[in-house]
T-cell receptor, first 111, second 113 residues
Framework: KAGVTQTPRYLIKTRGQQVTLSCSPI?????VSWYQQTPGQGLQFLFE???????NKGNFPGRFSGRQFSNSRSEMNVSTLELGDSALYLC??????????FGSGTRLTVV | QKEVEQDPGPLSVPEGAIVSLNCTYS??????FMWYRQYSRKGPELLMY????GNKEDGRFTAQVDKSSKYISLFIRDSQPSDSATYLC?????????????FGQGTILTVHP
């Protein structure tokens, strides 16, 4: 059974640009959550989607947005990138709200 | 004050030792408790989860939850070099806390041969 797939694995962007990250959940999992991981703040919750609807959102600015498609695949977008957005972005999927399986993440570096 | 406090270590033990990892929390709404293991350049891997006070055992791992003291622990018996990783406690509330896990800072564990 394939795990959670995140693409790309690594990304370098310039301040002010925008970026889109992709997550393919485990087949049959309808809940997809996104997290930001940094050395200083640890893992922080960004948002959760279920059946194309955002059900929950963390304390991040509006520059961070996401969406989920009918096949449960999800994308996360960050606009007007700042140096502080450099982080490992992790996606997790769950069959229904529990037992979250994480992907290997996308390492974003903003220069 | 963070909702979940975890000693970041680092913790270094000899192979075969019993390892004890701990987290305290302040939010009484937390109902589900998890331990994740994260290797370098990988995503967190779920080790244990529980939703009630008491002990839960799985092989060499035992998770312990004390809701009255707001304290959870993970014990690793007969530790192996392959257990060297960062261990993260995570907690989740019920109701509308969809997808939101609150993590501790992680404890870096090294098991040396």
């Amino acid at each position: 059974k394939a795990g959670v797939t995140q693409t790309p694995r690594y990304l370098i962007k310039t301040r002010g640009q925008q970026v889109t990250l992709s997550c393919s959940p485990i087949s049959g999992h309808r809940s997809v959550s996104w997290y930001q991981q940094t050395p200083g703040q640890g893992l922080q919750f960004l948002f959760e989607y279920f059946s194309e609807t955002q059900r929950n959102k963390g304390n991040f600015p509006g520059r961070f947005s996401g969406r989920q498609f009918s096949n449960s695949r999800s994308e996360m977008n960050v606009s007007t990138l700042e140096l502080g957005d450099s982080a490992l972005y992790l996606c997790a999927s769950s069959p229904e709200g529990f037992g979250y399986t994480f992907g290997s993440g996308t390492r974003l570096t903003v220069v | 004050q963070k909702e979940v406090e975890q000693d970041p270590g680092p913790l270094s033990v000899p192979e075969g030792a019993i390892v004890s990892l701990n987290c305290t929390y302040s939010n009484s709404a937390f109902q589900y408790f998890m331990w994740y293991r994260q290797y370098s350049r990988k995503g967190p891997e779920l080790l244990m989860y529980t939703y009630s006070s008491g002990n839960k055992e799985d092989g060499r791992f035992t998770a312990q939850v004390d809701k009255s003291s707001k304290y959870i622990s993970l014990f690793i018996r007969d530790s192996q070099p392959s257990d060297s990783a960062t261990y993260l406690c995570a907690m989740k509330g019920g109701g509308t806390s969809y997808g939101k896990l609150t993590f501790g800072q992680g404890t870096i564990l090294t098991v040396h041969p």
